[in-house]
């Protein structure tokens, strides 16, 4: 179907799943994770997006991951190192252009991170269907895809 697959990865740490209890969001610490970006993903997804693709990130994981090495331009270099990566509603996404998530729990910076891409409204909205509609929620719950 004309779909390529680009591995990366992030070991996930703490801060992923601690709760955000600060009142001003800027104040919250996200752990040092560490990251790999290999040559061979970097380009597959840069030829992917040169030739008009999507970059469809497969969780929050790999979408922190791409964040966290994009150049403004949006371009994925090869690359490893440390992240702390945190974002929240306002983050300009340079990297992808649409995820598959769980649904996460509230006050956690995963929502945080879907609520950027998708905005609040409509994450809010669409917890209001997962919860009446009895979807499951945490890592191993029911996925949407956002564009």
């Known amino acids: ?10 070991h996930v740490g703490l801060g992923t799943f601690r709760p955000v209890k600060v009142e001003n969001i800027l104040d919250h ?20 997006r040169k030739n008009g693709g999507r970059v469809i990130a497969v969780g929050t994981t790999s979408t922190r991951t791409l964040e966290s090495v994009a150049l403004e331009d949006g371009t994925i270099p090869a690359k490893s190192g440390w992240t702390e990566i945190f974002i929240y509603p306002g983050y300009k996404f340079k990297a992808i ?10 006050e956690s910076t995963l929502v945080m991170l879907v609520s950027a891409l998708a905005g609040r409204e409509h994450v809010l909205h669409a917890y209001e269907v997962a919860v009446q509609e009895k979807y499951r929620f945490f890592s191993f719950g029911d996925a949407m895809f956002i564009k």
Request: aromatic share 8%.
């Open 29 to 48: 610490h996200m752990h040092s994770e560490f990251y790999v970006v290999t040559q061979e993903a970097a380009d597959m997804i840069n030829n992917t």
């Open 97 to 106: 252009d649409c995820l598959i998530t769980n649904f996460h729990l509230p």
């Open 1 to 10: 179907m004309g779909v390529n697959i680009a591995r990366v990865t992030l």
